[in-house]
């Protein structure tokens, strides 16, 4: 079966520090897998796509197919990057999602 | 900008009561979703639309049902509403099948009393 697996539900570092939110997934085929991001009283929204390869906001992550992950990265973390990030899998023509990480930047 | 909108920020109902959460979007996307949002469970998946009057069950759609008489308006009804579905809801869309960049509400918080 599908499914998206974040492990961690906070996920607390200082300000200038690297962050990493943990996506693992499980698959049969080839995987389309996104991050989504909510800042506080903000809409959901797309962050980055495993497609593109592109880096957003200074985030970037990498798709491992022996691993089935899709972690987030950024290598210096600033304190508007607080917020809820969720990794998404594209199956089926639908998205299924993680349980979610709140990532906190302390000061 | 596509923009979809939701009817109310806040609600609150008592338990019993018939409710319903409207979600219109401006950009002629054919598919629309509505999920709700909990701490630690992250979305679920209650119904969705690929189509006018068309509609699927989601992961939990017990306690609920949709309408989508036009292609802009998609409708979450809960029939009688109970505590257990206090939650925050939101609205997706999306332009097609293959799409799978969601464009979502600002959601709405609804309490059950």
């Known amino acids: 079966a599908q499914r998206v697996t974040q492990p961690e539900k906070l996920l607390s570092v200082f300000k200038g520090a690297p962050v990493e939110l943990k996506c693992n997934y499980s698959?049969?085929?080839?995987?389309?897998l996104f991050w989504y991001v909510q800042y506080s009283r903000q809409r959901l929204q797309l962050l980055l796509r495993?497609?593109?390869?592109?880096s957003i906001k200074g985030f970037t992550a990498d798709l491992n197919k022996g691993e089935t992950s899709f972690h987030l990265k950024k290598p210096f973390a600033q304190e508007e990057d607080s917020a809820m990030y969720y990794c998404a899998l594209h199956s089926n023509y639908q998205l299924i999602w993680g349980a979610g990480t709140k990532l906190i930047i302390k000061p | 900008d596509v923009k979809v909108t939701q009817s109310s920020r806040y609600l609150v109902k008592r338990t019993g009561e018939k409710v319903f959460l409207e979600c219109v979007q401006d950009m002629d996307h054919e598919n629309m979703f509505w999920y709700r949002q909990d701490p630690g469970l992250g979305l679920r998946l209650i119904y969705f639309s690929y189509d006018v009057k068309m509609k699927e069950k989601g992961d939990i759609p017990e306690g609920y049902s949709v309408s989508r008489e036009k292609k802009e308006r998609f409708s979450l009804i809960l029939e009688s509403a109970s505590t257990s579905q206090t939650s925050m809801y939101l609205c997706a869309s999306s332009l097609d099948r293959d799409s799978y960049g969601y464009t979502f509400g600002s959601g709405t918080r609804l309490t059950v009393v």
């Open positions: 495993h497609i593109s390869r592109e």
């Open positions: 698959y049969s085929g080839s995987p389309e």
